[in-house]
């Protein structure tokens, strides 16, 4: 007897991952390549369009190769890194290169937007404000600067859409993708007018269709049948973008459930019933039942415990890192630390390019594990920064990346949270959402609740420790109270280096 499979693609900025789960939500298959990001200039992030599809249908060649011949494919669902500008020719070639969500050349683009008043009709019509590596901004750029590249655009897709369209032949965009800067929030539909106001009218032609994350955008075709091993005729669908998708596979599916993932950077996201007019974070539709999701990226991340165990401990691995921590106590004696080791500052909950990392407090007693300690520690109050500016009061947050392997970040977490911090069992949360979401679409779920219920598990629990959740609530008053201090002492140091480089 057959197996149902749910076939999954997550197309990070740095990783390609296919997954098969059966419709209970076990892992019957996976296969991963990595892919390239180029610089060509500062500032500048971009991929090949026609690698990063290569490299997919590759992966899905792999997975599908690899599976018994008991299990069936029912379906394909697509996630990747979202925003950035995927732009394809009226022909449906490649209009250049991908530039990527972390690209920065469109940033004096926003500060002109905010200067005249044009991001603040941006935010009244959608919700949440653009920025520079989201389509709208990059596209106007593209007008200026490279008119030519920007008249052989015919469609504008993100990542996981272009993958799409190469499997199917269809165009379209998702709710997630869409709402920052073009859907009406009160509407979820897309406003065109959001064109005139950037004085880029002609920009109105060039989004796909609206189509939600649910419904199948449309068949594999011939072609791609023939590159990566699919059926003809295989249901595709396009699923929210890699943050929400992540969201749903660590087992968000109502409004309340929170989740972060800790990984080079620190992703924090709740789900809400429908938008919120005073939340903070970018709010995005989800296209089902109403729901939106809120999150607030942060550059913070795993770079600062690699940087800790190099620099610091002189350690092998991170993992070597964790019996260094815990010798020291509580709260580090004293010293706190600041875990903004960007060198392109930071972005959430604050936005500061010149926010730099730092400790606070240190005096000759202090040694390599309470410095250790620190870190962990800064790391887990930026995590609440962050969780403090989302619209809900959460019971408990998922975590999930490669910081969720430790089980020293998951408890300090919970004790800095003060909430308790679920692990879900799968390795691949983004892959795993977006399969519950082609279950939904397939009719396997009857909702992303009951996907969630179903194919969804939990690997670990932590609970907070009462007298240390004490301890880090006083801790994150000065954590706050420090950055917001440090911020004129940021600017200056980067006005005084940037002085003397140029000197």
Known sequence: MA???LLAVDAGTSTIKAVAFDTEGA???????ETETLHPEPGHAEQE??????????VLRELVGDLPSAVEPHGLGITGQGDGLWAVTSDGQPAGTAILWSDSRA???????????????????????????MSLPLLVWLSRNEPERFDSIGTVLSCKDWLAHELTGVASIDHSEATVPYLDSSTERIDPEIFETVGLPEGQELLPDLTAPTEVVGTVTEA???????DVGLPVVSGPFDVPASGIGSGTATPGDGSVTLGTSLTHQVLADGPSADAAGIGMALGVDGLWTYAVGSNAGTPSLDWAADAVADVADVADLEPLATQAPVGSDGVLYHPYLSTT?????????DARAQFLGLTPEHDTEHLVRAVYEGLSLAVRDCIEHLPADTPSVAASGGGARSDLWCQLLADCLDRSVVVPADAEPGAKGVAVVLGVALGEYDSLAAGVDRAVSADRRYTPREANAAVYDSLYDLFVD???????????????YRELDDS
Request: charged share 30%; proline share 6%.
């Open 49 to 58: 369009m026609a690698t990063v599809r290569d490299r997919t249908f590759g």
């Open 482 to 496: 420090v950055r917001e201090e440090m911020e004129a002492v940021w600017t200056r140091r980067g006005e005084a």
């Open 224 to 230: 791609a049948a023939g590159a990566t091993g699919l």
């Open 345 to 353: 500052g930071e972005r959430g909950p604050f936005v500061d390019p």
């Open 27 to 33: 892992e019957l298959g996976s296969a991963r390549r």
């Open 3 to 5: 197996r149902d499979a």
């Open 107 to 133: 940033a004096p683009l926003l500060e002109e937007w905010e200067a005249d008043g044009t991001l603040d009709e941006i935010v009244e019509q959608c919700g949440s404000a653009p920025y520079p590596g």
